[in-house]
């Protein structure tokens, strides 16, 4: 945009055209003249073109303004202000702000006398490979001091409960039993069906070679009676009602709740830690045998129409293959299983920090460490029966 064009604008505008001009000063000072409306409307000059013609006098100490002429001004002023005297700054030249309209000097002195709020600015020096394997290192080491301490705690409360001194509620229980026992019938239903038509899918595709098909039904059996359904189903717990606890109680702990309890002289562990645990370590079994049903339903869905099995003879060869110790073992995985993934929900939600990001942040953590625990379990468990020949 030319002059011409410039001064059509701001005329549109009822502004006249922000201008300045260089002059020398008494005292070896160059004055700044600032001229018209210096408003965001405007065609506002830049800081380099000022300085350009700044430095082009000769030899000068200060610089010293002169607003006689200065008709409106707003932050777009401010603005340039700001960005010359850091310029000014930087180049090591005085300002002196007495020419100025005295509200422009008080904005630019509250401008200054602000400090820069710390940690708003991201730093972005890298840290050395050492210092974060160091970092981890202890974080690793403080969050193992702080589950070992948890589970001290709950397994305190649980020799309170055998003793009859544990205080909690009985109704929090039923609910709780009600919340992950009855209404995780659903879920599990259809993951156990899905689980045992997938895995006698696959392996009635390779048996069909050897003309094998009858193992089908002992290939799924011992499957899900000793470890699938017992895994599949801490699985879904850890989903569905770890994570839920851990949203519970973090809940409480962003509404300061559990510290409520703490004034009161209740112990959080006992009042909401224990009902979580006795009812996820009930129903677990209970579920761990539903969902070896439904597995086994899936097998034989499979079986009989995919390859051609009779009914009697399926339910005869599963019979003959699967031993009732296998069933212990299962039920052994579960029970183990819901202890797990109810320390894991209730130890995440009760570390949880005081935000609702924290919340979020808990509830991942505790899915999770309980499918984590669930797979270290599982291996330590097959280790021990084999040792032990089961």
């Known amino acids: 945009m030319n002059q011409k064009e410039k001064t059509e604008a701001s005329s549109v505008a009822g502004l006249s055209i922000p201008q300045f001009s260089v002059s020398a000063a008494a005292e070896g000072a160059a004055r700044l003249r600032l001229e018209g409306d210096w408003q965001l409307g405007s065609d506002l000059p830049s800081t380099g073109d000022v300085l350009k013609q700044t430095g082009a006098m000769p030899q000068f100490k200060k610089v010293i303004f002169d607003s006689a002429g200065l008709r409106s001004w707003d932050s777009g002023f401010l603005t340039f202000l700001i960005n010359f005297i850091e310029e000014c700054s930087a180049r090591g030249i005085p300002i002196e702000k007495e020419g100025l309209p005295p509200g422009v000097q008080r904005l630019l002195?509250?401008?200054?006398?602000?400090?820069?709020?710390?940690g708003v600015r991201r730093e972005t020096e890298r840290v050395p490979f050492f210092a974060r394997v160091g970092e981890s290192a202890v974080a690793f080491w403080r969050s193992a001091l702080e589950m070992l301490a948890f589970i001290g705690e709950a397994f305190a409360s649980l020799l309170r409960l055998f003793r009859g001194k544990a205080r909690f509620r009985t109704i929090d229980v039923i609910l709780?039993?009600?919340?992950?026992?009855a209404q995780a019938l659903p879920i599990v239903s259809l993951i156990s069906v899905l689980v045992g038509l997938i895995l006698a899918f696959v392996g009635a595709i390779q048996l069909k070679i050897f003309g094998a098909q009858i193992y089908v039904a002992s290939l799924v059996g011992i499957a899900i009676i000793r470890v699938l359904g017992a895994v599949m189903t801490g699985i879904i717990m850890a989903g569905r009602t770890g994570a839920s606890f851990a949203a519970q109680l973090g809940t409480m702990q962003v509404n300061e709740e559990i510290d409520a309890l703490k004034t009161?002289?209740?112990?959080?562990i006992e009042f909401l830690v224990l009902p979580r645990m006795i009812a996820l370590s009930l129903m677990m079994p209970l579920l761990c045998l539903y969902a070896d049903l439904m597995g086994l339903l899936g097998g034989f869905i499979v079986g009989i129409g995919m390859l051609d099995l009779g009914v009697v003879e399926y339910f005869n060869q599963t019979k003959a293959t699967v031993k009732l110790d296998y069933l212990w073992i299962g039920l052994f995985h579960s029970a183990v299983f819901g202890v797990l993934v109810s320390l894991a929900g209730c130890m995440r939600g009760i570390q949880c920090g005081r935000s609702a990001s924290a919340v979020g942040e808990a509830t991942t953590s505790a899915v999770?460490?309980?499918i984590v625990s669930i797979?270290?379990?599982?291996?330590?468990?097959t280790v021990i029966c084999n040792v032990l020949g089961i």
């Open 176 to 181: 709780i039993v009600q919340e992950c026992g």
């Open 375 to 381: 797979v270290v379990a599982t291996a330590l468990i």
């Open 264 to 268: 009161m002289g209740i112990s959080p």
């Open 109 to 118: 002195q509250l401008a200054s006398a602000v400090p820069e709020q710390k």
């Open 368 to 370: 999770v460490t309980s």
